[in-house]
């Protein structure tokens, strides 16, 4: 090995292809090219004077060396974002916080109540659809909170994340009005059998939701709607349901739309677990009021407490850096 310190970018893109195994989703996962992101390997390779990968046209593997790096790669990665947020942007900076949607219930009061609890602090609302799409503007340094299913991202994400259990958000559908079941106070999920329900599919930033939709509805007879146009505000999300009528699966927050009816759904009850989340390393006082905001309005409100007739996808969790 040089005596050259070894770059972050370089562990970053080894680490990328360790935990893709693939060149081209590691090169999207950081936004870079493919062969800027082969270069840098084959740099790391060369100033390490070992082989990290064996490459063949259908495969990428870790070789015994590519093992023996990747827990120090990640250690070192943690240690210089830990570094990066302690003397990076300043705290006094605003907080940038998504709540996926402008008419959002559940992160909405949270980020109500946070602003209560933080004066000081500027915390400024985003609305980026959904946490896929979140997430990777959260790695990116772009976004610094947001919420949604953590259980529904790619593993390779979730390992650069830390969040915190925020609430079991019931389910609930959103109808045409003069739909069969509007006139229902609540929906058996087995009553949308027949039905295709639309539940963001083809809407990249929304593939967790989507994920959420396809488990509950698998083995119930209820089909999953095609890709339609991501409608943003009241007035196009009401135009394209009239066009489309398709129930929408939504949670029971959902803001009211004109010429529908939202109605909660039961037997079972569907739950999507909602969680706070953010970088892991990432300090600030706005996030520390979100974490105390959060567990608080839980506690209050058994935000965490879970339905004798409940279904999940997966069960709710903290990260051991978020717990």
């Known amino acids: 090995m040089t005596n050259r310190d070894l770059e972050p970018r370089l562990l970053r893109g080894f680490l990328a292809v360790a935990e893709e195994l693939h060149f081209t989703r590691a090169a999207a996962r950081l936004y870079v090219a493919q062969q800027a992101l082969s270069r840098d390997v084959r740099r790391l390779e ?31 990665l943690q240690a210089h974002e830990e570094l990066a947020a302690a003397f990076g942007p300043d705290p006094g900076r605003p907080l940038l916080v998504d709540l996926n949607t402008a008419g959002s219930g559940t992160a909405r009061t949270v980020l109500e109540r946070a602003r209560e609890l933080a004066p000081g602090c500027e915390l400024m609302a985003r609305f980026e659809s959904g946490l896929t799409h979140a997430a990777a503007e959260i790695l990116a340094g772009r976004l610094d909170a947001s919420f949604g299913r953590v259980g529904g991202l790619e593993p390779a994400v979730r390992a650069r994340l830390a969040w915190q259990a925020v609430r079991y958000e019931p389910l609930a559908v959103l109808l045409p009005e003069d739909h069969p079941l509007a006139p229902l106070p609540a929906v058996p999920v087995t009553a949308l059998a027949g039905e295709t329900v639309y539940a963001g599919a083809g809407n990249p930033r929304t593939a967790e939701w989507t994920d959420l939709a396809h488990r509950l509805f698998d083995g119930r007879g209820i089909a999953l709607a095609p890709p339609a146009p991501v409608a943003v505000g009241k007035a196009e999300f009401s135009r394209v349901m009239a066009k ?80």
């Open 46 to 76: 060369r100033e390490l004077g070992a082989e990290l990968f064996v490459r063949t046209t259908r495969q990428v593997e870790l070789t015994a060396d590519g093992q023996r790096l990747l827990p120090h790669a990640r250690r070192v």
């Open 244 to 323: 489309t009528r398709n129930p929408v699966l939504v949670t029971v927050d959902f803001p009211d739309m004109p010429g529908s009816v939202k109605r909660p759904l039961v037997d079972p009850v569907p739950l999507s677990p909602l969680s706070l989340v953010w970088r892991k390393g990432f300090g600030h006082p706005g996030l520390d009021a979100l974490r105390a905001a959060a567990a608080g309005l839980a506690d209050v409100h058994d935000w965490l407490g879970e339905p004798e007739d409940g279904w999940r996808p997966e069960p709710l969790t903290s990260s051991d850096s978020g717990g």
